[in-house]
């Protein structure tokens, strides 16, 4: 009896390379024949492409190299040899639909946490798959720059995102008073430099900023700051304030009802939270005075370039005295004078950069 040869094993289906001729990322076809060919694949090898996204000993790079190979494809440029990093980066460089969906689909297979898109002239199109690769769990930080289309309102209830740099985006107030209204609690940097913001959208800011966050550096450079009034509520938000011997005593009672909370708790064996406990103001006291501290995890507000004049210094020295030794303000390239830097410099030493 003849033997018979062993069953192959099925391989992904090919497309024809007519679909999707093979060019470097910059001359693509147009974006609709690029999806056809991507999407089709995906029908063809459903099967495949799930096995390939649960295979964690199979690289972010061999699986984005072998659906290219598929679809006759050329990899873009910035994702080889990065099969390892955890930043990725496309900085003034187009990046096309067809990029961004292979990246969305082996994300899971990367050690990715950092993404950094810079000057991308992004269609709504390619945004839409941006903003899903953002929410991808492992995500902290995302830069998304000088890319004036971006819709930032959607990075905001991304939880995973710790740190968030949207510089030169055109940001006017509204847009950032819906951001800081829909954002997560557990921002560490958000960079907001080089954009439309005033007054009315960084009061959204010192609103945000007087919940519990966990925010420890605002750039807020090159904006539309031109007195201390368009930063008063803002720098408010920092620092210590001095509190009266009453006000000083309701914070010794919320201690106490928050330390009976626990023992409750404790006493119930029940798990529980630091949202559920009640919240005392972190104090300090210096010299025989009680002062509340403000954000006392913040580090850095960057207010260079904008429009401080030398008719605001003394609320300047004013915030700046209310300063906690670990927090510290730019204001370089502003309108003081030079008398007014040289006695902030002296006076404040490393809290301020002017």
Same mark, same amino acid.
């Given at each position: 009896?003849?033997?018979?040869?062993?069953?192959?094993?099925?391989?992904?289906?090919?497309?024809?390379?007519?679909?999707?001729?093979?060019?470097?990322?910059?001359?693509?076809?147009?974006?609709?024949?690029?999806?056809?060919?991507?999407?089709?694949?995906?029908?063809?090898?459903?099967?495949?492409?799930?096995?390939?996204?649960?295979?964690?000993?199979?690289?972010?790079?061999?699986?984005?190299?072998?659906?290219?190979?598929?679809?006759?494809?050329?990899?873009?440029?910035?994702?080889?040899?990065?099969?390892?990093?955890?930043?990725?980066?496309?900085?003034?460089?187009?990046?096309?639909?067809?990029?961004?969906?292979?990246?969305?689909?082996?994300?899971?297979?990367?050690?990715?946490?950092?993404?950094?898109?810079?000057?991308? /002239?992004?269609?709504?199109? !390619?945004?839409?798959?941006?903003? =899903? @690769?953002?929410? *991808? #769990?492992?995500?902290? %930080?995302?830069?998304?720059?000088?890319?004036?289309?971006?819709?930032?309102?959607?990075?905001?209830?991304?939880?995973?995102?710790?740190?968030?740099?949207?510089?030169?985006?055109?940001?006017?107030?509204?847009?950032?008073?819906?951001?800081?209204?829909?954002?997560?609690?557990?921002?560490?940097?958000?960079?907001?430099?080089?954009?439309?913001?005033?007054?009315?959208?960084?009061?959204?800011?010192?609103?945000?900023?007087?919940?519990?966050?966990?925010?420890?550096?605002?750039?807020?450079?090159?904006?539309?700051?031109?007195?201390?009034?368009?930063?008063?509520?803002?720098?408010?938000?920092?620092?210590?304030?001095?509190?009266?011997?009453?006000?000083?005593? /309701?914070?010794?009672?919320? !201690?106490?009802?928050?330390?009976? =909370? @626990?023992?409750? *708790? #404790?006493?119930?064996? %029940?798990?529980?939270?630091?949202?559920?406990?009640?919240?005392?103001?972190?104090?300090?006291?210096?010299?025989?005075?009680?002062?509340?501290?403000?954000?006392?995890?913040?580090?850095?507000?960057?207010?260079?370039?904008?429009?401080?004049?030398?008719?605001?210094?003394?609320?300047?020295?004013?915030?700046?005295?209310?300063?906690?030794?670990?927090?510290?303000?730019?204001?370089?390239?502003?309108?003081?004078?030079?008398?007014?830097?040289?006695?902030?410099?002296?006076?404040?030493?490393?809290?301020?950069?002017?």
């Amino acid at each position: 009896m003849k033997k018979q040869p062993p069953p192959q094993t099925q391989q992904p289906q090919q497309i024809q390379s007519r679909i999707i001729q093979k060019e470097v990322f910059w001359v693509y076809q147009s974006q609709n024949v690029q999806q056809n060919a991507y999407e089709q694949y995906l029908t063809l090898n459903q099967k495949e492409i799930y096995n390939l996204q649960q295979q964690q000993s199979v690289g972010f790079m061999e699986n984005i190299q072998q659906v290219s190979n598929s679809i006759n494809n050329h990899i873009h440029p910035c994702l080889q040899n990065n099969s390892q990093d955890q930043f990725l980066r496309f900085n003034s460089i187009n990046v096309d639909w067809l990029t961004l969906k292979l990246i969305h689909l082996f994300i899971n297979n990367s050690n990715l946490m950092a993404i950094d898109f810079r000057h991308n /002239k992004f269609t709504s199109q !390619e945004l839409d798959v941006v903003y =899903q @690769i953002f929410a *991808f #769990q492992r995500i902290i %930080k995302a830069f998304i720059e000088y890319n004036p289309n971006v819709n930032i309102i959607k990075l905001s209830p991304l939880y995973n995102l710790e740190f968030i740099y949207l510089r030169g985006n055109e940001i006017d107030n509204n847009t950032i008073i819906q951001f800081m209204g829909g954002l997560h609690n557990r921002l560490k940097v958000l960079e907001l430099g080089v954009n439309k913001i005033s007054q009315e959208g960084i009061d959204a800011i010192a609103e945000y900023m007087g919940k519990p966050n966990a925010l420890e550096y605002l750039g807020l450079a090159s904006n539309c700051i031109k007195s201390f009034q368009d930063i008063k509520l803002l720098a408010h938000s920092f620092g210590k304030n001095r509190i009266s011997t009453e006000e000083f005593q /309701k914070i010794q009672e919320l !201690e106490q009802q928050r330390e009976l =909370q @626990i023992q409750k *708790f #404790q006493k119930q064996k %029940k798990k529980y939270t630091e949202e559920m406990l009640i919240q005392v103001p972190p104090y300090v006291k210096i010299e025989n005075f009680n002062y509340t501290l403000q954000n006392p995890q913040f580090k850095l507000l960057n207010l260079s370039d904008n429009q401080l004049v030398e008719q605001d210094r003394d609320q300047i020295d004013k915030f700046l005295n209310r300063l906690l030794d670990t927090q510290s303000v730019i204001l370089m390239n502003n309108q003081f004078e030079h008398s007014t830097k040289a006695k902030m410099r002296k006076k404040y030493k490393k809290c301020v950069v002017i």
